[in-house]
Every structure is written in structure tokens, then in C-alpha cells.
């Protein structure tokens, strides 16, 4: 007995065209099917995936970079050797290699040092005008003092042009010394001008290293 599809495929309204082409791909689907069950898959071995090298190309995103090489405390760029400059003995020259210190800055402590006969302390850069603090912070450790240099002034002789050119001196102080010492003669210490009240306490320390009492 022979079994009529027509009425089936009269129901899903198939032309003839339509039934061919999906007979054929049935057909494909089968064959498809087939192949997945009938050939065995091969299971991917991790060690046999190519792997292509990296190229170093210096800052790639994501390269890792070998750990830097520790510097140690001694550099092989040398540091210049830091310059001492006594400021009692220096020109210009040796004043413009300190950090902070021009050609004007240099000329300003060398006028003030023939201005006070010599430089006692470092300390006193800092009354140089134009030196800021933080260039006295600087050089302070670069600068030694020789106060063999110092010329002093001879209190019992000297004259009040000689007197006065010491900035540390008021002139009225000038005045005062020079009549203390028309009356009572010679002035024997430093402590003479400071009882006397010819000088004050403040201005007797920083005149003290200038003063010969011969």
C-alpha cells in the first residue's frame, strides 16, 4: 500500500521547487551531523600552540622591564669637589664660583670687608646687602674665615675719618670716644667704652675683634 504525502505537503503549501531544495537540505544537515559523530575530535595539546617571540621594542604597554640596578651612594658621575673660599684672603674670581653669588654680590663683600678691615665671623655675609638668608644657608659651609687678615684700629690713637669708617660706630659714639679719651686719656679694654657708656653691650661684641688698645 502505497502511502500519499500530497495531501501533508498540499497542507504546508509546497510547490514543487520548494520540496527540491528542502530535500537538499536535509541532506546537508544529515551529512553535517554524520561527520561531527563519525570523526573523533582530537584533544588540544597546550605545548604544541605556537608560540611567536616578543619583540622588545623598549616601552611597549605591558612589557615587563628587568628590575632597575640598584645605584649605590657613590655615583660614577662624579660630583665637583665642593670649593672653600676664604672670605678674608678671596677676590671676585673665587666669590662668583659659590652657589648664589654674581659678579655685583662679590664686589658688595669685598667693599665691606676692606670697609670693616677683615671679616671676624662668617656670620656677618649676612649684613652684606643683597645677600638673602637662604644664599647665606647655602654657602655657609663653603666659606672659612682668616682673622690673621683683620686689620685693627688703634682706639688710642686713631682719628674720627679712621673711627667713623667702621659701620659698627655711631658718630655720636665717635664723638663720645674721642672726648672721653681727651679727658681721661688712654682707654685700657673694651670694657672701658662699656662702663663709660661710650658703647653699647650689643655693639661692643661685634667691634671687640677691631679694637688694639696699644
Same mark, same amino acid.
Given at each position: ?17 520548494? @520540496?527540491?531544495?528542502?530535500? #537538499?537540505?536535509? #541532506? ?18 597546550? !605545548?604544541?600552540?605556537?608560540? !611567536? ?18 645605584? $649605590?651612594?657613590? $655615583? ?5 669637589? !665642593?670649593?672653600?673660599? %676664604? ?38 655675609? @649676612?649684613? &652684606? ?9 647655602? #654657602?655657609?659651609? @663653603?666659606?672659612? &674665615?682668616?682673622? $690673621? ?9 686713631? %682719628? ?9 660706630? !655711631? @658718630?655720636?659714639? &665717635? ?16 670694657? %672701658? ?13 661685634? &667691634? ?7
Amino acid at each position: 500500500m502505497k502511502f500519499d504525502f500530497s495531501p501533508i505537503l498540499k497542507w504546508f503549501g509546497y510547490t514543487r521547487r520548494e @520540496r527540491r531544495a528542502s530535500l #537538499i537540505l536535509i #541532506i546537508l544537515i544529515f551529512a553535517v551531523f554524520s561527520v561531527r559523530f563519525l570523526v573523533p575530535e582530537r584533544p588540544i595539546i597546550i !605545548e604544541e600552540i605556537p608560540v !611567536e617571540p616578543v619583540k622588545n621594542t623598549g616601552n611597549s604597554v605591558g612589557q615587563i622591564s628587568p628590575p632597575a640596578k640598584k645605584v $649605590s651612594g657613590h $655615583s660614577s658621575v662624579q660630583r665637583k669637589k !665642593e670649593i672653600m673660599v %676664604d672670605i678674608n684672603r678671596c677676590d671676585t674670581s673665587e666669590l662668583i664660583r659659590l652657589p648664589g653669588i654674581g659678579p655685583v654680590l662679590s664686589q658688595r663683600i669685598i667693599k665691606y670687608r676692606q670697609l670693616l678691615g677683615g671679616y671676624a665671623v662668617k656670620e656677618q655675609l @649676612r649684613e &652684606v646687602y643683597g645677600v638673602k638668608p637662604e644664599t647665606y644657608e647655602i #654657602i655657609k659651609e @663653603r666659606v672659612i &674665615v682668616d682673622t $690673621s687678615c683683620i686689620e685693627k684700629i688703634e682706639i688710642n690713637s686713631g %682719628d674720627y675719618k679712621r673711627l667713623s669708617r667702621m659701620p659698627y660706630f !655711631e @658718630r655720636n659714639e &665717635v664723638n663720645s670716644i674721642l672726648k672721653f679719651r681727651e679727658l681721661e686719656g688712654r682707654i685700657r679694654s673694651i670694657d %672701658d667704652l662699656v662702663a663709660n657708656k661710650l658703647i653699647g653691650e650689643e655693639t661692643a661684641k661685634k &667691634v671687640k675683634p677691631y679694637l688694639s688698645f696699644k
